[in-house]
């Protein structure tokens, strides 16, 4: 375990670092820019990883942040992350998968980011040690699985934040969104991404996906890239 800074929309933040855990990485950065923290507001980070979301959401101004992971690990990790911030008495650590132990509670904003990349994308990717668990073959399971059960958990007037991958079968995830969301779905962030040196080096596997429906990327010439959305659901 090691300590690194981070600066993410514009919030330092210092981070207990592992090779057994995600690290935070351009996903946790466009969320942390985007999401809007209502003052006070209660906050359910899902998928918390080793917590930068919950920290940042107290650090933006939220009242009380439920960080959740499946991950014990993460967890342990979330926990010593909120002491190493201070922000420890604002943030309740579950681990669980998805709403699990959350019955009757309701969140003013729900910001999702549980795996959403294909299994084999994350295999390749340098963000997925073997024991995060995936999206899944296409990368839709947990975030279809969310999608579906979140609006009981969001207060009237609620927001529900969450990434929309390139490198899943984003069609399906947005299917979804829009059967459960209607038109109060909006993309309010989005950027290209190129590929990393281990998606290049693994170019026949990233088309056969490609080719398969599984994953989605533009080329350019010799560049390739993919695309990563946030979206916002109101109920
Ligand atoms: C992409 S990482 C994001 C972590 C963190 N939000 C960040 O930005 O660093 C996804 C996290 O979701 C967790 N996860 C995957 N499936 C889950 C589920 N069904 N319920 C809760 N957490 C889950 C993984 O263990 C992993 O820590």
Known sequence: ????????GGIDLELHVGSDVFEPNLTTRLLAETVDIPSGSRVLDLGCGIGPIAIIAVKKGAGEVVAVDVMETACRYAERNAALNEVADRVRIINGNLFEGLDGEKF???IDDVSGMAEGVSRISPWYPESIPTGGHDGTAPTIDMLQRAR???KEGGQLYFPVLSLANHQRILEVAREVYGDKLESVASKWVPFCDEFKENMAEMERMKNEGVIDYISKRSRHLWRLEIYRAAI
């Open 152 to 154: 009981a958990y969001l």
């Open 108 to 110: 003013d904003i729900i």
């Open 1 to 8: 375990m090691s300590t690194q800074a981070y600066n993410f």
